[in-house]
């Protein structure tokens, strides 16, 4: 049998409860064609991405150890990754979000914590490339 989850969401957030939640908010998704992947942190989330490459990535700032940005410095720089759009997903200030919007091209989102399950999935949807 086919898998039909053919979408993959790498979502990097340090949070585990976090994280539950987005899973649960996607696997609600009508379509039915999404598959979440989730990293602890930006080096994790770098590592899982290039194995995997996903079709978007949803990024937490606000990490201990290698937290958000740290993640897009080695995306940025990183050919595996071209062209795979990043929403971040953050409590950060709006001062904050847009530096890393004006720095860093492949950020394509923003969603402020907390956000309604279907915000959610159609940020998501609306950010990934056509297959």
Known sequence: ???TKN????VIEDNPVVSTVVRKYTERDPVGDLQVRIAT???AGFQDACAHRPDVILLDLMMPNYDGRAFLE???????L???PVVVYSAATREEIEAVQRDYPMVKGVLQKPVTPSHLVKTLRET???K
């Open 7 to 10: 979408r993959l969401i790498l």
């Open 82 to 84: 071209a062209g795979v």
């Open 41 to 43: 942190d930006g080096l």
């Open 74 to 80: 080695l995306q940025k720089n990183e050919p595996k």
């Open 1 to 3: 049998m086919p898998n």
């Open 128 to 130: 990934m490339p056509e």
